[in-house]
């Protein structure tokens, strides 16, 4: 992987090396220095994979094509479990017993002890069922194998043990300050958390937690000063700019969190709070802000849209410019969700706070 590469003194540079193989100025006369070759390369194609692209030395992306590849849905996953994974470990474990997988079971293992963007892991634990159960029917007598086992969501526990992780939910807590967003990981779309505290205070200060990344932290102070500009609009007394501090946080601390597309989320938490307006009962929201309060696009729609509905929302917010995105979606997949589209800060607010 392409983005694993980094200079190594023990080793030389493979940056370097990989600069002159991909520039077509110098691969015409590429030199091997362990054969004392010249060859040419402009007529060969490289292809290289990355998990992140954000760590791939800039020179390196300026001389190459990027091609995004979404990882798999939800949706998707089961499928390849159900009509792939499973019929090629039933076929390698030859075991006395047919064993059968509830459609409940194998999404539980997916949302539960997987978290990823293909179906390595996935595939590992559907493995690591089947090993238990050729243990479990060696262990008994043949007359008591049966011809079949069904692999039911609560016998999971017992064969791959507590669940490894725990997906996100609405919490539909109905508290003032507290917004739903939506974020892209590298392993599909996760909901987020912006929770909004005021406090009294002489010096009041914006103080943000939760490891928050550059442009989050950017956002965050894009949010404040767009909502002290329209105080008026949104009927908040300007002297609580004066005598209240805003804290704003981002549950999971120890998660690195960094991008733009909470700019609307942390700008609805910002006013929910000041305004001690709640927000609208299963919402989520996603897009940038700019400080004239434009939405701005963001990336990971389909991932984002998916978790959500995983996670029990049923009115999402995004970008007007977005909506493209979601036509590319199969309607099956967003059946039962409302999504409103805004073009600015003030329309999120309008229709986010009751």
């Known amino acids: ?42 007529h060969v194609m490289f292809i290289a994979t990355a998990n992140n692209p954000a760590t ?64 390595r892991s996935l595939e590992k634990q559907i493995n690591k069922v089947f090993r238990k159960m050729a243990l479990k029917l060696a262990t008994i007598s043949e007359t008591a194998v049966r011809s079949s086992y069904t692999i039911r969501p609560g016998a999971l526990q017992d064969l791959l043990g507590k669940p490894l992780y725990n997906r996100d939910r609405y919490e539909g807590e109905g508290q003032v300050g507290v917004v739903t967003g939506l974020a892209w990981t590298a392993v599909g779309g996760e909901i987020l958390f912006v929770e909004t505290s005021l406090s009294k205070s002489k010096t009041p200060r914006l103080t943000l937690t939760g490891n928050l990344g550059d442009v989050m932290k950017e956002s965050a102070t894009l949010a404040l000063e767009y909502v002290k500009a329209h105080a008026a609009d949104l009927a908040i007394d300007p002297a609580l700019f004066e005598e209240w501090s805003i804290h704003l946080h981002v549950p999971e601390g120890a998660t690195p969190k960094d991008g733009p597309s909470a700019g609307i989320t942390m700008a609805t938490s910002i006013a929910s709070a000041l305004t001690q307006r709640k927000v609208r009962r299963a919402t989520a929201m996603t897009g940038e802000i700019t400080l004239r309060g434009k939405v701005l696009p963001v990336g990971g729609i389909k991932e984002k849209i998916l978790a959500a509905k995983r996670a029990g929302i049923t009115d999402i917010v995004i970008c007007k410019d977005n909506q493209r995105d979601i036509d590319d979606i199969k309607p099956e997949y967003i059946d039962g969700l409302h999504f409103e589209y805004v073009e600015n800060v003030s329309e999120v607010l309008n229709y986010a706070l009751c």
């Open 1 to 42: 992987a392409i983005d694993k590469v980094s200079e190594n003194n023990h080793s030389g540079d493979p940056q370097s090396a990989l600069l002159e193989v991909l520039d077509p100025e110098q691969n015409v006369a590429f030199h091997d220095n362990f054969l004392d070759v010249d060859f040419d390369l402009s």
């Open 56 to 119: 791939i030395p800039a020179p390196l992306r300026d001389r190459m094509e990027m091609i995004e590849v979404d990882g798999y849905l939800q949706e998707e996953k089961y499928m390849i479990a159900r009509h792939y994974l499973i019929p090629k470990a039933k076929a390698e474990f030859h075991l006395p017993a047919n064993i059968q997988f509830q459609p409940a079971t194998i999404n539980k293992i997916i949302e539960d002890y997987t978290r990823e963007s293909g179906v």
